[in-house]
Every structure is written in structure tokens, then in C-alpha cells.
């Protein structure tokens, strides 16, 4: 009896898919270890964390504002700089006030900035008079014959506004020294005098430790890259000549105010960007913005990694068997039965096969 070869199947088999490995349970006693690439696990992770940092975070707030508060400011002493009426005698209308003898300052001439002799014409609680340009400019001869730096380095004794404002004569004519904020500072032309003085810079002083009202300082220039204007707040030491107590015209009476004649300012310029502060909320506040940016790049590096690979797209059945003929049952039955007719059967002519 003949072997028959097997048939042909009507159609391909499709590729079989590989199927996953069942997921084994750990054994007893041990855990599963944890995916902490999986988008659930990263959820979790920043739930569990990010809640307490941030009630943390306003807790440190609290105790800032509560316990590390920065001490109030200190009251600052004040000082009625307002210009006091000149008494007189009302029976008498047409009085008239006649200023005393000029006091020549006591002391060596040596200590002064001008002669005692044109310092003897200044007069305190009044505007600029021409008897006091003397005195005015000889000052300021003194100040451009020396320099910034032997100015910052003379042991002059710091005062305060109380001192020059109580003292006008102590001090007339005397170096002084102090420092403050300048909240204004506009040149000015100068009157015209034979010292080759065109103009100079006035200022407008607040004194540290108050009070708030001004020191009026003259400059004979500014520093390079000072900033200036109606409208600045630059800290600066001061070491000058003081002149008068001089009266001025306020927005809303006749004020005093000490004057002092400078060469220069001394100022440092800001750094630019400098940190506003080292408070703990500031702090905190910082470190928890780059935690949570941290932990959102995380994620994000985690789901677009190497490791997390896109599932393939579904076979189309109809592209794969584009190419194959399909027929129903009974075509391939007959097909099957033609084909086994149409095979030789391996039998000699003439022999009969054995029984």
C-alpha cells in the first residue's frame, strides 16, 4: 500500500502571538518589589510626599512671622526744624532788628576751612548772604586741594543732626563727618566768582539714626556711575566742612536745616541682583518649587524612557491574506479529490500485486 503525502491546507495559519509569561507570585514572607517607573507608583510617590512638604513648608512660615520677626524699628528722635519767628514788641510797628557783632570762632586756624575772619560774617537761620561767598568759596578751595581718599581716611569724629543743628558755632567752619541716604541730588550753577567754580551738586541727606529731617549737602563732584536725580535712595558717608544753619522753604513753613560743604561723596554701588534676603519661608518656598520640578521631570523622563516601549498596532487580517485564495469547503474537497487522481499510483504493467 502506497504512502500518501499529506494535502496542502486550503490557508496559511496565521502567526501565532507570543503569549506572557504568567506573573509568578513572590514567595511567602517576601514582597513584590516596586515599579517606580510605572506611572501609578509615581503617582502615588508624589501624593504620599508632596502634602506634608507643603504643610511643613507653612509651618516654617508661621514660626518665621511668629518668632523670627525682625525687631521694630527704633523711634527716631524728632527735632522742630521749623524757623522761629524773631520777637518783637508790638507797640513798637516800625522796630527794627539789628544783628549783633559777628564772634570770630574760637580754636587754631588750622582746623578750619576758611579764614575765622570771613567765617565771622555767617550767619545762622538765613538764606545765603553775599557776605558769606567768602567764606563759601574759601571752603571750597580748601576742599579741591585735598583728595577722596586722605578725606576717608582723617579720624574725624562722626556726629549726629541733633549735634549740627544745636551747635551751628561749635561747628562752623569744622570737618565733619556722617552718614545717611541721599534721597535727591540735582546740580546746580554757581554764582560768579574768580575760583573757577562752575557749578557743583546738591543733596539732600537723610541722617542714620534720625531724625527724619534733612542735612543739605554741597558736592564739588560726584563719583563715577552715581546715580542722580529728585528721586534716588543711595547710602553714602559724608566728610565735609559744616557752614551754617540755613533756612529754607518748605512745602509747608520757612525750615532749618544744616549745611556742609563735601568734596565728594563716599559710595559704593549696589551689586546688581543681590539677594533680597535669607528668610526661611524664602528658603523653603525655593526648595519645595524644585521639588515638585524635579519630581515632574521624573515623570516625565520616566514615561518617555528606553524602557517603556509602545504595544504594536493591530495585524490587519485583510492586508495579510490580500494575496491568498480562499474558497469554501466543498471547492477544497474537490480540489483534494482531483489532486489524488491525477497522482501516480507506482504499479508495474503486467504484475499484479501480491494478495
Known amino acids: 500500500m502506497s504512502e500518501h503525502p499529506p494535502a496542502a491546507e486550503p490557508w496559511p495559519k496565521p502567526a501565532a502571538l507570543p503569549v506572557p509569561a504568567p506573573e509568578q507570585e513572590p514567595p511567602r514572607g517576601q514582597t513584590r518589589a516596586r515599579n517606580y517607573l ?25 514660626l518665621e512671622r511668629s518668632w523670627f520677626a525682625p525687631p521694630p524699628a527704633p523711634v527716631r528722635p524728632q527735632v522742630d526744624t521749623t524757623m522761629a519767628d524773631v520777637p518783637t514788641d508790638p507797640a513798637l510797628a516800625d ?5 549783633a557783632d ?31 561767598e567768602e567764606a563759601w568759596f574759601q571752603i571750597w578751595m580748601t576742599l579741591r586741594s585735598t583728595d577722596t581718599r586722605s578725606l576717608a581716611r582723617s579720624s574725624v569724629r562722626r556726629v549726629s543732626f541733633t549735634e549740627l ?7 562752623r567752619g569744622r570737618m565733619v563727618r556722617f552718614r545717611g541716604t541721599l534721597h535727591r ?15 557743583y551738586w546738591q543733596g539732600w541727606l537723610e541722617p542714620d539714626g534720625g531724625p527724619v529731617s534733612p542735612i543739605v549737602v554741597y558736592f564739588l ?43 565728594e561723596p563716599i559710595w559704593k554701588p549696589q551689586p ?12 523653603a518656598l525655593v526648595t519645595m518649587a524644585a521639588i515638585v520640578l524635579l519630581t515632574m521631570l ?14 504594536p498596532p493591530p495585524t490587519d487580517l485583510s492586508t495579510t491574506l490580500s494575496d491568498v485564495e480562499l474558497f469554501s469547503p466543498d471547492e477544497a474537497l474537490r480540489r483534494m479529490a482531483e489532486e489524488e487522481s491525477e497522482r501516480p499510483t507506482g504499479r508495474t504493467p503486467g504484475k499484479e500485486p501480491p494478495p
Request: hydrophobic share 45%; glycine share 10%.
Open 38 to 62: 510605572a506611572r501609578p507608583e509615581q503617582r502615588r510617590i508624589f501624593w504620599l510626599f508632596m502634602p506634608p512638604a507643603l504643610i511643613a513648608m507653612l509651618l516654617l512660615g508661621w
Open 298 to 311: 521624573g515623570i516625565r523622563a520616566a514615561g518617555n524612557g528606553p524602557g517603556r516601549r509602545p504595544s
Open 165 to 171: 543743628f544745636g551747635q551751628p558755632r561749635s561747628y
Open 221 to 263: 563732584r560726584l563719583p563715577e556711575g552715581m546715580p542722580h536725580g529728585m528721586q534716588i535712595s543711595e547710602q553714602v558717608d559724608v566728610v565735609g566742612y559744616f557752614f551754617k544753619r540755613w533756612a529754607y522753604a518748605a512745602t509747608d513753613t520757612v525750615r532749618i536745616a544744616p549745611l556742609v560743604l563735601a568734596l
Open 102 to 132: 559777628p564772634e570770630l570762632p574760637a580754636g587754631d586756624a588750622d582746623e578750619y576751612g576758611a579764614s575765622v575772619h570771613s567765617l565771622a560774617q555767617v550767619r545762622d537761620d538765613t538764606v545765603f548772604r553775599g557776605a558769606e
Open 272 to 283: 546688581v541682583g543681590s539677594p533680597v534676603g535669607n528668610s526661611i519661608g524664602t528658603v
Open 185 to 199: 541730588l540735582e546740580k546746580l550753577t554757581a554764582p560768579a566768582n574768580d575760583y573757577d567754580i562752575k557749578d
Open 95 to 99: 522796630a527794627v532788628v539789628i544783628a
